[in-house]
T-cell receptor, first 113, second 116 residues
Framework: DAMVIQNPRYQVTQFGKPVTLSCSQT?????MYWYQQKSSQAPKLLFH???????NEADTPDNFQSRRPNTSFCFLDIRSPGLGDAAMYLC????????????FGPGTRLTVT | GNSVTQMEGPVTLSEEAFLTINCTYT??????LFWYVQYPGEGLQLLLK?????DKGSNKGFEATYRKETTSFHLEKGSVQVSDSAVYFC???????????????FGQGTILTVHP
């Protein structure tokens, strides 16, 4: 089945230690998104790629970076995680073929100790 | 700008009760409307959707009708089960019938707990 995969499902990192979360997709969608979600609140869009074009949300902290080496993969890098960065991180994809409906991965739960 | 307002939660029901979660929206044009469900510890799953006025989305016994005159997309289920306990998010996509790329706007989410 075509899908959005996130690894790992659970990640523990130390305060200030860089961490990378990964997302891959088999849908061949050209748009990929990263969201941050805290305790059953609505997901908050951090940034997205439209093909290779990176689009940062105005209020996304500089501590958060992203890379998209190819269509299938997208990474979220947190350069110096703080306690406030503990959250669920959701990856999603979309394309014109699917009317830009967003398909979500299972998420990565990040704990900062 | 676009916005989505959901009824305040949490909602607690007994099994087999009728469920309504209200959702109203503000948007220009003709957005697509979605209900997502999030089970504990999981990502978001699309529950149902509607892309134009008067469309009814349905899945797993849940239904919602796109009402442009009242700008609403209320979620209903006739008989809830314990396994329906989750967080429900209403969302809109300002994509003009699927041809225009836009960002999802979410409601604040409604926590549903169903007791046996």
């Amino acid at each position: 089945d075509a899908m959005v995969i996130q690894n790992p499902r659970y990640q523990v990192t130390q305060f200030g230690k860089p961490v990378t979360l990964s997302c891959s997709q088999t849908l061949n969608h050209n748009v990929m998104y990263w969201y941050q979600q805290k305790s059953s609140q609505a997901p908050k869009l951090l940034f997205h790629y439209y093909d290779k074009d990176f689009n940062n949300e105005a209020d996304t902290p500089d501590n958060f970076q992203s890379r998209r080496p190819n269509t299938s993969f997208c990474f979220l890098d947190i350069r110096s995680p703080g306690l406030g960065d503990a959250a669920m991180y959701l990856c999603a994809t979309s394309s014109l073929r699917d009317s830009y409906e967003q398909y979500f991965g299972p998420g990565t739960r990040l704990t900062v100790t | 700008g676009n916005s989505v307002t959901q009824m305040e939660g949490p909602v607690t029901l007994s099994e087999e009760a009728f469920l309504t979660i209200n959702c109203t929206y503000t948007a220009t044009g003709y957005p697509s409307l979605f209900w997502y469900v999030q089970y504990p510890g999981e990502g978001l799953q699309l529950l149902l959707k509607a892309t134009k006025a008067d469309d009814k989305g349905s899945n797993k016994g849940f239904e919602a009708t796109y009402r442009k005159e009242t700008t609403s997309f209320h979620l209903e289920k006739g008989s809830v089960q314990v396994s329906d306990s989750a967080v429900y998010f209403c969302a809109l996509l300002p994509n003009a019938g699927g041809t225009s790329y836009g960002k999802l706007t979410f409601g604040q989410g409604t926590i549903l707990t169903v007791h046996p």
